[in-house]
Nanobody, 124 residues
Framework: QVQLVESGGGLVQAGGSLRLSCATS????????MGWFRQAPGKEREFVAA????????YYADSLKGRFTISRDDAKNTVYLQMNSLKPEDTAVYYC?????????????????WGQGTQVTVSS
């Protein structure tokens, strides 16, 4: 089992920044690819970003490239999502997830473990 706990969400004005953290415990963090997804009210959960084991390869939703950055610190068992130039449409619950795979990281059904989510609200 891998336990994931997100933090860092909150209310921010448009144009602002937030840094989300996802602390993990349980099995060896470095063995897992990590992803961030988000779900806005009335919408399906969507892929945000992912980072492979070792941290050398990252993936982003096309619409978010250049504004969001995913990173990981294996020594701290933590993955981060730096979000800049936030827009009201970024408002959602953000989830981190862990996958033992090296492919399909933009698909939520390829992840085995999920956090409880953290709310991000961007005001206009």
């Amino acid at each position: 089992q891998v336990q994931l706990v997100e933090s860092g969400g909150g209310l921010v004005q448009a144009g602002g920044s937030l840094r989300l953290s996802c602390a993990t415990s349980g099995r060896t963090f470095s063995n897992y690819a990590m992803g961030w997804f988000r779900q806005a009210p009335g919408k399906e959960r969507e892929f945000v970003a992912a980072i492979r084991r070792g941290g050398g390869t990252t993936y982003y939703a096309d619409s978010l490239k250049g504004r969001f950055t995913i990173s990981r610190d294996d020594a701290k068992n933590t993955v981060y999502l730096q979000m800049n130039s936030l827009k009201p449409e970024d408002t959602a619950v953000y989830y981190c997830a862990a996958s033992p795979l090296t492919y399909g990281l933009d698909k939520n059904n390829y992840y085995d473990y999920w956090g409880q989510g953290t709310q991000v609200t961007v005001s206009s």
